[in-house]
């Protein structure tokens, strides 16, 4: 005997808060994204795949059962209403409602709107998500699968590496490797790129810090995943180290894609595709996906906010020690009174801080890190890609934009002062008012 299909859940509780049966996930988004030539993204997020998803697991699943009512339980119903409570008909004086709005029309598929596209650019992204989940459940559970405390080891930058380092370093090479659109990935914790090898490489170079804020790692601290993304240039030969390390050496204005994954309170993912604004994406864990929870990020002109390590101040030139003193007068410019400070003393924290709350994010260059101390290829880079997408502004020095310096070599570091625009015109007009300023170069 054929079974009718369950009846559809309700909208939402009579005077409870809404359930949100759309949610829009990074896969659903990515799907219904429109590609074109090399970064040529246009913005088609649409909440109607997530619908779809939602439909077809009611029709599936069905609704909830009851739970069985235990033996002598009663059945009695909830005493009724007072009339004081009862709501009000409407009556031949009160107002019409104005017609709802209608609904935009769906986004057209993407092998309609980008004949062209070819997926390979989702097919990535989805497998730095599948890392990142992996890299999550890890932080979670840290401390009770004794993964905490150091390594043993030093990476190739003369740090001590934390065990989670190693993991991380570890799942983001195989799944990336594996997945059928990697040339060549550059590590934080690897001295030399890893080659992909010819019968499984791709058309991308991925660069990445696996686990930023790694010192952090053991007092619960949030940390992150950084990673930036550059499409191999024609003609480039695959399984050539040094052809695909020189292809990844280029300006950060070059990438296609940038992003981050904060593992904190919540796990979120900021992901920034080519000329559009960012979106922050956050791990639903009931359902194992990111979900699309803010929409073309744009950072404030001006924040309250600036973030620097202050432990380094005796090291700093004299225009970086004069922008952080106006930061704390009551006289700045824009009259808007002194700034606060808040350091994480990780790099993904601070500027998801910035990113969201508006202000200014400093590491500078000092007189024992006089070339900078963040990475430009798989730091800087990506974080300079975000903020700019979002409105704001990334530069190393006066007048030189983080995103147009060709790096030297794949651990080249570099100074960064990003954030809100006006707060990082402040910073730049301090910096060359400076003559002894540590220069950077253009």
């Known amino acids: 005997m054929a079974t009718a299909a369950p009846a559809a859940p309700p909208a939402a509780a009579a005077g409870g808060?809404?359930?949100?049966?759309?949610?829009?996930?990074?896969?659903?988004?990515?799907?219904?994204?429109?590609?074109?030539?090399?970064?040529?993204?246009?913005?088609?997020?649409?909440?109607?795949?997530?619908?779809?998803?939602?439909?077809?697991?009611?029709?599936?699943?069905?609704?909830?059962?009851?739970?069985?009512?235990?033996?002598?339980?009663?059945?009695?119903?909830?005493?009724?209403?007072?009339?004081?409570?009862?709501?009000?008909?409407?009556?031949?004086?009160?107002?019409?409602?104005?017609?709802?709005?209608?609904?935009?029309?769906?986004?057209?598929?993407?092998?309609?709107?980008?004949?062209?596209?070819?997926?390979?650019?989702?097919?990535?992204?989805?497998?730095?998500?599948?890392?990142?989940?992996?890299?999550?459940?890890?932080?979670?559970?840290?401390?009770?699968?004794?993964?905490?405390?150091?390594?043993?080891?030093?990476?190739?930058?003369?740090?001590?590496?934390?065990?989670?380092?190693?993991?991380?370093?570890?799942v983001f090479v195989n799944v990336l490797s594996r997945c059928g659109q990697c040339a060549l990935l550059v590590s934080e914790e690897d001295e030399e790129p890893t080659v992909v090898p010819l019968e499984t490489a791709g058309d991308y170079i991925v660069t990445f810090d696996p686990l930023d804020g790694s010192s952090n790692i053991d007092c619960g601290v949030s940390i992150g995943t950084i990673y930036g993304i550059y499409k191999v240039p024609p003609g480039t030969a695959k399984g050539d180290a040094a052809a695909l390390t020189a292809a990844a050496l280029r300006p950060g204005s070059a990438m296609v894609a940038a992003g981050y994954c904060l593992y904190g309170s919540s796990c979120a993912m900021v992901l920034a595709i080519g000329p559009t604004p960012p979106s922050v994406f956050t791990l639903d864990p009931s359902l194992g996906e990111f979900v699309l929870t803010a929409d073309r990020v744009a950072i404030p002109r001006r924040g309250a906010i600036y973030s620097a390590n202050e432990g380094n101040a005796s090291l700093w030139d004299a225009g970086t020690t004069a922008y952080i003193a106006a930061c704390k007068s009551r006289d700045r410019a824009g009259g808007a009174g002194p700034m606060s400070a808040r350091y994480v003393g990780s790099m993904v924290a601070d500027v998801h801080r910035t990113l969201l709350y508006g202000g200014i994010f400093v590491y500078p260059a000092d007189t024992k890190s006089r070339a900078g101390k963040l990475r430009l290829l798989y730091e800087g880079n990506p974080m300079a890609f975000i903020v700019e997408g979002a409105g704001g502004r990334a530069l190393a020095g006066p007048g030189v934009r983080v995103l147009d310096l060709k790096p030297g070599a794949i651990h080249e570091r570099v100074p960064v002062f990003l954030g809100s625009a006006d707060d990082v015109a402040e910073a730049e007009a301090a910096l060359a008012a400076d003559a002894g300023h540590l220069q950077v170069r253009a």
């Open 17 to 170: 808060e809404e359930m949100r049966t759309n949610p829009e996930t990074l896969t659903s988004w990515l799907l219904n994204s429109q590609v074109g030539g090399r970064t040529g993204w246009a913005w088609r997020g649409t909440p109607q795949c997530g619908a779809r998803a939602a439909a077809a697991a009611w029709t599936a699943c069905g609704p909830r059962r009851r739970r069985p009512t235990p033996a002598g339980a009663s059945l009695a119903l909830p005493a009724a209403r007072s009339s004081a409570h009862t709501p009000r008909l409407p009556s031949a004086h009160t107002p019409p409602r104005p017609p709802a709005t209608p609904a935009p029309p769906p986004s057209p598929p993407q092998h309609i709107s980008a004949p062209g596209a070819r997926g390979s650019l989702t097919i990535l992204l989805n497998s730095v998500c599948v890392a990142c989940k992996f890299v999550q459940s890890a932080v979670r559970k840290a401390g009770l699968a004794g993964v905490l405390g150091l390594a043993g080891e030093t990476n190739v930058q003369g740090e001590a590496q934390k065990k989670l380092d190693v993991l991380a370093n570890e």
